[in-house]
């Protein structure tokens, strides 16, 4: 079983809609939680942490953490067709040393006009 | 602004040769890594450094090694380049005790 598992997609939306992007994670004892957004040929670019259970917000993105099932999840309102990227989902298990994340394999998302 | 650069973005290497790709942070960061990413694979860790000339093997370590010399640099060397080490490299770093890796820009390197 992979420790951090995305939906791969492509996940297409609308422009306007609401951008549901979802990961899972093996592990219930896990320290922290990160979105990254990867344009495609460039690198990836933090743009969500979130460390406790419940929503963080941040302008038109909103992370949902739920540590008992164990997923994290990304939320964007408003879905503009420069938001179309692919959503890397990072944890930080707590047996990880030296800082090491583990990354999903990314969810492709395109936002059409 | 957390700055991470990476000496080449674009590089094309002939089998057998010797490859140094370099990683540069200027915000003091202890930790620093090394990963691939292929498509379909994902990004994969090849090594890690929490301190210099302290370095971790990551998940596929084999036909590359490191060198931290000093805390702002952290170096890859492809000590005999093959074909399969045609990929994307992603140099990233974090301070001690956070978590939020910063990626540079990327090296494309293509083996011949």
């Known amino acids: 079983q992979k420790e951090v598992e995305q939906n791969s997609g492509p996940l297409s939306v609308p422009e306007g809609a609401i951008a549901s992007l979802n990961c899972t994670y093996s592990d219930r004892v896990s320290q922290s939680f990160f979105w990254y957004r990867q344009y495609s040929g460039k690198s990836p670019e933090l743009i969500m942490s979130i460390y406790s259970n419940g929503d963080k917000e941040d302008g038109r993105f909103t992370a949902q953490l739920n540590k008992a099932s164990q997923y994290v999840s990304l939320l964007i309102r408003d879905s503009q067709p420069s938001d179309s990227a692919t959503y890397l989902c990072a944890v930080k298990f707590t047996y990880n040393q030296g800082g090491k994340l583990i990354f999903g394999q990314g969810t492709e998302l395109s936002v059409k006009p | ?112």
């Open chain 2, 1 to 112: 602004d957390v700055k991470v650069t990476q000496s080449s973005r674009y590089l094309v290497k002939r089998t057998g040769e010797k490859v140094f790709l370099e990683c540069v942070q200027d915000m003091d960061h202890e930790n620093m890594f090394w990963y691939r990413q292929d498509p379909g694979l994902g990004l994969r860790l090849i090594y890690f450094s929490y301190d210099v000339k302290m370095k971790e093997k990551g998940d596929i370590p084999e036909g590359y090694s490191v060198s931290r010399e000093k805390k702002e640099r952290f170096s890859l060397i492809l000590e005999s380049a093959s074909t399969n080490q045609t990929s994307m490299y992603l140099c990233a770093s974090t301070v001690r005790g956070w978590n939020e890796q910063y990626f540079g820009p990327g090296t494309r390197l293509t083996v011949t």
